[in-house]
């Protein structure tokens, strides 16, 4: 009985392993692992968001302002409305964003899921909306998250929350 289990497992691992595979070598039950994967030469993917420069607002605008969900919290995504502008901090860099698209009920001139590019960059914001009584001219951006899309397309994700107020 033993050895029926020991061929067996022997198949099995035969099965699986590459070295059995075409009679390209081994013996059964022998595995061999294969080399490791040469580093992706050339593929970098975005810096994280660093902390974005406040931003003032003027009477009649509003802005909307997302912190990472790390801690501690980092204010990383500041943006004024009409027209729809964002600013980010990369690699100490300000880098200016226009809005390009848009989508979902829209809260004094934001929409909860919008693209901002600029810098080569793309970013995605995707946020829940909370409409509170006790706010009279903003909302909460309860959680949410601003994906970052460099030109070779390889993204970054971070986790945000916030809030989207009006100066008078």
């Known amino acids: 009985m033993v050895r029926i289990a020991t061929g067996f497992l022997a198949l099995l691992l035969c099965l699986v392993s590459a070295a059995c595979q075409n009679g390209s070598g081994g013996s059964a039950g022998t595995i061999t692992v294969p080399p490791p994967v040469p580093a992706l030469a050339g593929i970098k993917t975005p810096p994280p968001l660093e ?42 860099k300000k880098i200016d964003l226009l809005q390009t698209d848009q989508e979902g009920e829209p809260a004094f001139g934001f929409s909860p899921r919008a693209v901002y590019e600029g810098g080569g960059l793309k970013l995605r914001i995707d946020l829940i909306f909370d409409v509170r009584d006790n706010l009279n001219a903003g909302v909460l951006a309860e959680a949410g998250t601003i994906e970052l899309v ?10 945000v929350g916030g809030i989207l107020a009006c100066n008078g």
């Open 51 to 92: 902390e974005a420069p406040a931003i003032k607002f003027e009477k009649g605008e509003c802005a909307l302002v997302l912190w990472s969900k790390s801690q501690p919290p980092r204010r990383v995504f500041a943006a004024l409305n009409n027209p729809n502008r964002a600013t980010i901090r990369i690699e100490g």
């Open 150 to 159: 460099n030109e070779q397309g390889w993204s970054s994700l971070t986790p």
